[in-house]
């Protein structure tokens, strides 16, 4: 079977002085059958060219799911005198949400469940099922839980649904003591609801025709859609908005936010009257966000910002409108650490950091002065990631956080913080593989360091078997980046990688610029007019890890996905040939000029400040142009590529990789694969057995590239 072949029908248009011909532009009229007939055609091409993998890829499902407890549950967490949790069923997509009456309510320490009962019955005693999403799923190709949340009096659920992939949810709510659903149905919401603390309405988020979040809309319960109030509205079209509520439960806080500036409105819900109150008026470049915090016995907001430096401070203000020449300083300034958040309670604070490229958690004691002690929960490995979550009462004398490695399942702790005690509570089970248990001492992480063209230090996670690299021979290495919106790709544990490992290649991140990982400045240094340092610095990681023996030219398989899949084409253009033996590019972003262009097109006005406007500066219009993956195919020897898209993603549609794939064929005549999925959205299939269905394909693909299928 030949590839399918898709007619040029050419449409330029000058920009800056510069005449642009598009052949494939034609392809983003999915109403066009004859557009759905390419994706359709390019699908049968890709099962028969991939037949050969048949066997494998059900061995990497069989063993990704051998290797999971399939009917398990999350960790309770504990929110208004309930326990909550999700139960997941041997041989369900979905699973379902969950609730148990909190016993004893001085002990904080999460019931235990019994995970070996049947699917109908109960995991703790009094359980009561909230949502059973499977039912929900029933009948429906996609299903997607956007949010759900319990009222005030924890008596209605508002749970958000979305069934096509586009990301435009229906709310609907449940008397959770009859079972029965209220009329009351919001449909083109973003997401979920926040609930007013009087338990009789609540708000939610909906998206102008960019797919901009710009307005939020308050529902009464009882009445129609059409007569919510509308809140407020977000007029600038660089700006996003959305509504949240502090874990005190005294404010509600609007945020519009664009890349680089923010400004926050407050409501004092002990003051309704008082009405929504700026905080401090945007100003470019500013980013700041708010949390209530009681310090010396005095309500406070901490202010998380950037007004003193890029990698932010933390500053305290009084309960009203402050300019932030008024934020005192509670954690000063400081280059060498990156705040990224505060977590405010009753006895301490909670801060989210990162520093040497690695996550950070760190505990400040709060007493009658106000802070009295400030320190890091440490571990010892040279490799982790650690965060907390799962932590929404103000008055919980415990932290949970989750901590993993690459070769450490997601594990999840309480912190004790008066007595300063870790407690694992749970941590993600991998079961025996043909009677073999798992054991982490058979793996290796590391901690490399990549040189750019311009001298950076580019750090880089690996993991591989002990076994895999005796006496240390090169391996195959399955290398894997983004690289974007300040985005941080840390070191995580994965089950399905297991199976990559066993057969023994490696799996990296390239911890490249345009990411986090090093603070703010190696975001800016990724973006805008220096995008460029993100390709260079993938491509230098590749180089050191054949330099420095890890791995041979050609047996590197790269993958990235959506922006992290413009970072796959821009490789594919700009890499020597030879290096990489394979490219996986999942919802790539590959026609970036084509949307940066064009402002209708969703998302393309709030992403200026990531990549620039070439609309209105030729500039940057020249310095897109030479980068973009699309416009710069050429007929050089591309590596085999898999392309990956969805056809209902909104946010990188799928009309960028079937353009992609025409050019790369008609060209270079390149090997080249397109795989659409037909009723899905920007992150793939629904489902946790259709995803391990998914995720197998795109692995065995890559171990026949690697020379280990």
């Known amino acids: 079977m030949q590839p399918p072949v898709v007619p040029a029908r050419p449409e330029s248009k000058i920009h800056h002085g510069h005449i642009r011909i598009d052949d494939y532009e034609w392809l983003r009229d999915k109403e066009n059958p004859e557009v759905i007939s390419y994706l359709e055609q390019n699908n049968?091409?890709?099962?028969?060219?991939?037949?050969?993998?048949?066997?494998?890829?059900?061995?990497?499902?069989?063993?990704?799911r051998s290797r999971t407890l399939e009917t398990d549950l999350s960790l309770p967490t504990r929110r208004r005198g309930y326990w909550y949790y999700g139960r997941s069923f041997e041989g369900r997509e979905y699973g379902a949400s969950c609730r148990v009456p909190v016993s004893d309510p001085d002990d904080w320490t999460p019931p235990t469940p019994d995970t070996t009962v049947a699917a109908d019955q109960p995991a703790l005693p009094g359980e009561e099922v909230l949502l059973d999403l499977d039912q929900l799923a029933d009948g429906h190709d996609f299903f997607s839980l956007g949010g759900s949340a319990v009222s005030p009096s924890t008596g209605l659920l508002a749970w958000a649904v979305d069934v096509v992939g586009d990301e435009r949810y229906t709310i609907r709510v449940k008397d959770l003591a009859s079972g029965e659903e209220l009329?009351?149905?919001?449909?083109?919401?973003?997401?979920?609801?926040?609930?007013?603390?009087?338990?009789?309405?609540?708000?939610?988020?909906?998206?102008?025709?960019?797919?901009?979040?710009?307005?939020?809309?308050?529902?009464?319960?009882?009445?129609?859609?059409?007569?919510?109030?509308?809140v407020f509205h977000e007029p600038d079209e660089r700006f996003w908005t959305g509504l949240g509520r502090t874990r005190t439960d005294r404010f509600l806080m609007i945020e519009s936010g664009a890349k680089i500036t923010t400004e926050v409105r407050f409501l004092d819900l002990d003051d309704p009257e008082s009405g929504w109150q700026v905080f401090a008026p945007r100003e470019e470049g500013v980013e700041y966000s708010l949390e209530h915090a009681v310090l010396a016995g005095e309500d406070v907001f901490l202010v998380h910002h950037n007004a003193t430096g890029p990698d932010f401070e933390i500053g305290v203000a009084p309960i009203a409108p402050t300019p932030k020449e008024e934020w005192r300083p509670l954690i000063a300034y400081d280059a060498d650490v990156r705040l990224e958040g505060v977590d405010a309670f009753a006895t301490h604070l909670v801060v989210h950091q990162r520093s040497g490229g690695l996550t950070q958690l760190r505990i400040l004691d709060l007493g009658p002065t106000g802070v009295i002690d400030d320190y890091l929960v440490?571990?010892?490995?040279?490799?982790?990631?650690?965060?907390?979550?799962?932590?929404?009462?103000?008055?919980?004398?415990?932290?949970?956080?989750?901590?993993?490695?690459?070769?450490?399942?997601?594990?999840?702790?309480?912190?004790?913080?008066?007595?300063?005690?870790?407690?694992?509570?749970?941590?993600?089970?991998?079961?025996?593989?043909?009677?073999?248990?798992?054991?982490?001492?058979d793996y290796e992480e590391h901690r490399l360091w990549a040189t750019a063209p311009d001298g950076e230090r580019v750090p880089i996670s690996i993991v591989v078997r002990k076994d895999a690299r005796s006496q240390g021979a090169p391996v195959p290495v399955h290398l894997y980046a983004y690289g974007s919106y300040e985005h941080s790709l840390d070191p995580a544990f994965s089950i399905a990688r297991l199976s990559v490992l066993d057969r023994g290649a490696a799996f990296a991140i390239a911890h490249i610029r345009g990411g986090g990982e090093l603070g703010r400045r190696w975001y800016d240094d990724g973006k805008l007019l220096r995008k460029r340092n993100t390709f260079t610095d993938f491509i230098a990681v590749a180089q050191h890890l054949v330099d420095t023996g890890w791995t041979e030219a050609g047996r590197i398989v790269a993958e990235g996905g959506s922006a992290g899949g413009l970072l796959m084409g821009a490789v594919a253009n700009l890499a020597p040939e030879g290096l990489v033996g394979g490219i996986v590019a999942s919802v790539p972003f590959v026609d970036n000029l084509t949307t940066m262009l064009d402002a209708t097109?969703?998302?393309?006005?709030?992403?200026y400040d990531e990549w620039g406007n070439p609309e209105a500066d030729a500039a940057t219009y020249e310095y897109i142009a030479s980068y973009a993956p699309y416009d710069n195919v050429t007929a050089r020897t591309y590596p085999p590529i898999l392309a990956e898209t969805s056809l209902n993603d909104t946010r990188v549609l799928y009309v960028e990789p079937a353009k992609w794939v025409a050019r790369l064929r008609a060209v270079a005549g390149a090997d080249v694969l397109l795989r659409t999925e037909m009723a899905a959205g920007h992150g793939g299939v629904s489902g946790r057995y259709k995803g391990w269905h998914d995720r197998a394909f795109s692995l065995a693909w890559i171990l026949d590239r690697l020379g280990l299928a």
Do not use: C
Request: hydrophobic share 35%; net charge negative.
């Open 44 to 64: 049968a091409f890709t099962d028969e060219r991939t037949a050969h993998l048949a066997a494998l890829r059900q061995a990497l499902f069989d063993e990704i």
């Open 601 to 607: 097109l969703p998302l393309t006005v709030i992403e």
């Open 183 to 230: 009329p009351d149905v919001i449909t083109g919401a973003l997401g979920g609801a926040t609930w007013d603390r009087d338990g009789e309405s609540f708000f939610y988020s909906t998206v102008d025709e960019s797919w901009r979040p710009d307005k939020i809309w308050r529902h009464r319960l009882g009445t129609e859609q059409s007569d919510d109030e509308l």
């Open 378 to 441: 440490k571990f010892d490995d040279e490799l982790y990631t650690i965060g907390a979550g799962g932590n929404p009462d103000f008055r919980q004398p415990t932290v949970r956080l989750g901590y993993t490695t690459m070769r450490t399942p997601s594990s999840v702790y309480d912190y004790d913080v008066a007595s300063r005690t870790l407690t694992l509570r749970k941590q993600q089970p991998v079961l025996p593989l043909n009677g073999t248990a798992y054991d982490a001492n």
